[in-house]
């Protein structure tokens, strides 16, 4: 089956710092779309960036991340961290068109001052 | 455009009585996904329906869980019987499965007592 694996439950930084998040996975399938959603306290997730295309490097919001199927991972990264970063951060993947989103255990990112 | 709206927000029941929770997609959008939310578990897939039609419900407790979609325009998850573990935050999410983005509602909290 498909799973996704989001290895750190929570992740503090300090404010102007660069951030990583890690995501890596497995699937059967060769088709696949990768998604990254943040979700703020007390509101819905929604897509912060999608990707399925294998090396090239996707973008929004600051934060980007890069598809590497050799390595079976979607890291998500920021050069420099914001407060308003602060957030749950999910990876996501959909294995084949028109099926569900397999989702990560999610990340808490902290920004501290 | 509306998003995705979700009723109740939060919703608290005694062990074993039954608990519904509504959805109302975004107009035009022709997939509707259900997720239950919790701190250890992330997001977990529960149902999805296509164009109304029941598609995948390997997610969903089988014995006290049911999901409907009556028209387009709304779907409910029903609770039977519910247990203490049953308390997390449901998610309900529509797509238009082109782009293959899921948009979320805020979400129904249900506790269970």
């Known amino acids: 089956g498909d799973s996704v694996t989001q290895t750190e439950g929570l992740v503090t930084v300090t404010e102007g710092l660069p951030v990583k998040l890690n995501c890596t996975y497995q699937?059967?399938?060769?088709?696949?779309?990768f998604f990254w959603y943040v979700q703020y306290l007390n509101e819905a997730p929604q897509v912060l960036l999608k990707?399925?295309?294998?090396?090239k490097r996707t973008e929004h919001q600051g934060f980007h991340a890069t598809l590497h199927k050799s390595s079976s991972s979607f890291h998500l990264q920021k050069s420099s961290a914001q407060l308003s970063d602060s957030a749950l951060y999910y990876c996501a993947l959909t294995p084949r068109s028109g099926t569900y989103q397999r989702f990560g255990t999610g990340t808490k990112l902290q920004v501290v001052p | 455009n509306a998003g995705v709206i979700q009723t109740p927000r939060h919703k608290v029941t005694g062990k074993g009585q039954e608990a519904t929770l509504w959805c109302e997609p975004i107009?035009?959008?022709?997939?509707v996904f259900w997720y239950r939310q919790t701190i250890v578990q992330g997001l977990e897939f529960l149902t999805y329906f296509r164009n109304q039609a029941p598609i995948d419900d390997s997610g969903m407790p089988k014995e006290r869980f049911s999901a409907q979609m009556p028209n387009q325009s709304h779907s409910t998850l029903k609770i039977q019987s519910t247990q203490p573990q049953d308390s997390a935050v449901y998610l309900c999410a529509s797509s238009n499965l082109n782009t293959g983005q899921l948009y979320f509602g805020e979400g129904s909290k249900l506790t269970v007592l």
């Open positions: 107009s035009g959008h022709s997939a």
């Open positions: 699937t059967t399938y060769l088709t696949i779309a």
């Open positions: 990707s399925s295309t294998d090396n």
